[in-house]
């Protein structure tokens, strides 16, 4: 079964700040990775995806993120916050074959601070 | 031109009421899915269809029901809800090419339930 782990629950920075979300996760197969936000009350928009090739992937708005196999991590990353990315963020996976439903982590909830 | 859409956008309602919940997708898409996000936003599957074919089915209580009437659509009832049912619902969907996941999941801008 796949699990997925991101160890900050709730992150505050200030605008300008840099950013960097943790996400691990446990899965024997080939995998695809995926960060996804969630504004305040909308609905869920993909930042950015890993399928293969380049481990080092950029997204929308400046996000990028990270393939390290070996460690199993999908780490979301950014410079410099603006206080418009104040959302919910989600690391997800899914199997290249067989089950197709993302498994989620937990969420990182990110307040910036104008 | 929406993606993926719900209706209704909110839907308060009695316990042991029935409701439906509806999803379209104008993607083109042949898998679709149905997740439920509960109050500490931890989103979860329940159900995911293949061209009209339940693929998954989630330890999802025997009062959810999913339909599919075509590859466009898939609909969510609910038979005698429970308060522990209220969540917000999002369906989505995704395109698999040569039998392999290659392509995100779009996602429709979900269906608070609230069960008083």
């Known amino acids: 079964a796949q699990s997925v782990s991101q160890h900050n629950h709730h992150v505050i920075l200030s605008e300008a700040a840099s950013l960097e979300l943790g996400c691990n996760y446990s899965?024997?197969?080939?995998?695809?990775l995926f960060w996804y936000v969630q504004y305040p009350g909308q609905h869920l928009q993909l930042l950015l995806k890993y399928f293969s090739g380049d481990p080092l992937v950029k997204g929308i708005k400046g996000f990028e993120a990270e393939f390290i196999k070996s460690k199993f991590s999908f780490n979301l990353r950014k410079p410099s916050v603006q206080w418009s990315d104040t959302a919910e963020y989600f690391c997800a996976v899914n199997a290249r074959t067989g089950r197709r439903a993302l498994t989620f982590g937990s969420g990182t909830r990110l307040q910036v601070q104008p | 031109d929406t993606a993926v859409s719900q209706t209704p956008k909110y839907l308060v309602t009695q316990m042991g009421n029935d409701k439906s919940i509806k999803c379209e997708q104008n993607l083109g898409h042949d898998t679709m899915y149905w997740y439920k996000q509960d109050s500490k936003k931890f989103l979860k599957i329940m159900f995911s269809y293949n061209n009209k074919e339940l693929i998954i089915n989630e330890t999802v209580p025997n009062r959810f029901s999913p339909k599919s009437p075509d590859k466009a659509h898939l609909n969510l009832h609910i038979n005698s809800l429970e308060l522990g049912d209220s969540a917000v619902y999002f369906c989505a969907s995704s395109k698999e090419l040569a039998g392999e996941a290659y392509n995100e999941q779009f996602f429709g801008p979900g269906t608070r339930l609230t069960v008083l």
């Open positions: 899965y024997g197969g080939t995998v695809n």
